[in-house]
């Protein structure tokens, strides 16, 4: 038993020795478990610290930063366009309206004196004289590839003046030109600087008004390129056969008008402008506005210079209504060119009263106008009061465009074939002319409110084509009518149009689609 015990106790004495030696050893783990915890929380203490500074710094250098921006003063400045009063607005949509529908009307103005030119410079070309009312509208085709580009890197004013100027000059050389030579070269050039409403009115307009406001705006301002042509032969009727050919009036009163009433538009170039002015003011040379993207001008115009071609070669979208504008623009003018041969020739009208007959057109063009006014603002705004604003809510008038034409011109050509009354084919023309503005107005709008920011860059996109088309159809007109007559002819030309029918309902029903899936890189 003594022995058992002593033996019992030594068990025990080592049973304690380990347990107090596994306590300490727990006890310094967790004392260093303890101290390694705190050095760890002060290191990321120090750490959340840096990250508070850095992020001080950036706040603060966001704040300086954004002092050197240049901006609006505000919500209501009325140094910005948006906020100008309607009076103000409206004088510049009026006095670019009254230029855009000016360079048209000299397109066609000289349509009914072509025969005392042809007889003057002693030439029987018909080619040539279809080609010397044309030539204009191929410098209405050429011009915007530039001047788009040029007003969004130094304003839209400055392009709209100079261009204006330019186009007087040109008009008065045309007017003392001694050859068909010097006469069709001025014409092309009179084109190019007539091009510059075509090219950026559409931008001024988006300039000048939010998306729900622009219809009425853009009524105004297609008018020009539609009703200008047509307007165009009734005056220049009357006035090759009373002055001759070179009578022609001049756009000066006009430019004069452009120099005292218009204002820059382009928030780009204002901004740019008060910039320069804070500059010289506080001696800060770190302002910048906000709208500059920091690329040389240079390189800005090269891109802009490139965007239309882009646009209308990249865009499904712009490629469909480039070629149909250029279409229906092309009929516009093969009508232009061919009335003086149906009513001279078949109704044996005179020089001056061949003219009364684009009043047809012109007839139509007011209808479709006023179709277009009394329905799309009213439609865009009833689809933003639901949340489902779109630019292809501008498109809905643009599905009746194809039929209309289509049976304008079946209309037209029968029955000048037939040698119905003269009224007759002249309210198949009004068909026609309603049909143009119910095409062009939504195309217009739509590719406004589509590429806002690049609104000249898109309009110039679709006016080169456009132009192309008006400048080259015209020139197989006699061709056409001489072989399949009036009827037939123009029953070609009905059935083309209705081709560009379902197009137009997938735009209208997939081109929000097709604008997402296929964007333009600008």
């Not at 029955?415 to 119910?438: D, E, F, R, Y």
Request: charged content about 15%; proline content about 5%; glycine content about 8%.
């Amino acid at each position: 038993m003594p022995a058992l015990s002593l033996t019992r106790s030594l068990e025990i004495a080592v049973s304690r020795s380990g347990r107090d030696e596994r306590i300490d050893a727990q006890k310094e783990k967790r004392s260093f478990e303890d101290s390694d915890s705190n050095s760890t929380q002060d290191l990321e203490a120090g750490d959340v610290n840096l990250d508070r500074k850095e992020s001080l710094v950036r706040e603060r250098s966001r704040e300086v930063e954004d002092s050197n921006l240049v901006w609006w003063d505000g919500d209501d400045d009325p140094a910005n366009p948006m906020n100008w009063s309607a009076t103000k607005k409206w004088t510049n949509i009026c006095v670019m309206s009254m230029i855009t529908f000016l360079t048209p009307l000299a397109s066609s103005m000289f349509a009914p004196g072509v025969s005392q030119v042809m007889d003057e410079f002693n030439n029987t070309n018909e080619l040539l004289a279809a080609l010397v009312v044309s030539i204009y509208v191929l410098g209405l085709a050429f011009g915007p590839l530039v001047l788009a580009p040029l007003s969004e890197v130094y304003g839209r004013l400055i392009i709209y003046s100079i261009c204006n100027i330019l186009y007087v000059i040109f008009t008065v050389a045309c007017a003392v030109s001694t050859n068909m030579d010097m006469l069709i070269v001025f014409r092309f050039l009179a084109g190019c600087m007539g091009s510059a409403p075509l090219a950026i009115g559409g931008g001024t307009i988006a300039d000048l008004f939010p998306v729900h406001q622009r219809g009425l705006a853009l009524s105004f301002y297609t008018l020009g390129p539609i009703c200008g042509p047509v307007v165009g032969p009734v005056a220049g009727g009357f006035l090759s056969q009373a002055k001759g050919w070179r009578s022609n009036p001049q756009s000066g009163a006009i430019t004069i008008a452009q120099s005292l009433f218009m204002r820059e538009t382009y928030a780009v170039t204002i901004l740019a402008r008060k910039t320069i002015r804070l500059q010289k003011a506080t001696g800060n040379k770190n302002l910048r506005s906000k709208l500059d993207t920091g690329i040389p001008p240079r390189d800005i115009l090269i891109h802009a210079i490139v965007r239309p071609t882009k646009m209308t070669l990249l865009s499904p979208i712009n490629i469909l209504l480039s070629a149909a504008s250029a279409f229906i623009y092309g009929i516009l003018y093969l009508l232009l060119t061919t009335f003086p041969l149906v009513f001279e020739q078949t109704y044996g009208f005179s020089v001056s009263i061949s003219g009364l007959s684009y009043i047809g057109l012109g007839i139509g063009n007011i209808a479709g106008t006023l179709i277009f006014t009394c329905t799309s603002d009213r439609y865009i705004r009833r689809q933003a009061s639901r949340g489902k604003l779109k630019p292809e809510d501008r498109l809905p008038v643009l599905l009746i465009s194809s039929p209309v034409i289509a049976a304008g011109l079946f209309w037209y050509g029968w029955s000048a074939q037939a040698h119905t009354h003269w009224i007759v084919p002249i309210i198949g023309s009004a068909l026609v002319g309603a049909g143009n503005m119910c095409f062009f107005m939504p195309v217009m709008g739509y590719l406004v409110d589509a590429f806002t920011e690049y609104a000249a860059s898109a309009l110039a996109a679709n006016t080169v084509l456009r132009s192309i088309g008006g400048a080259l159809l015209p020139l197989a007109g006699r061709s056409v009518y001489a072989r399949l007559q009036f009827g037939w002819g123009n029953s070609l030309l009905g059935f083309l149009a209705l081709g560009f029918f379902p197009a137009t309902v997938g735009l209208y029903r997939f081109g929000e689609r097709i604008r997402v899936r296929y964007p333009v890189k600008l």
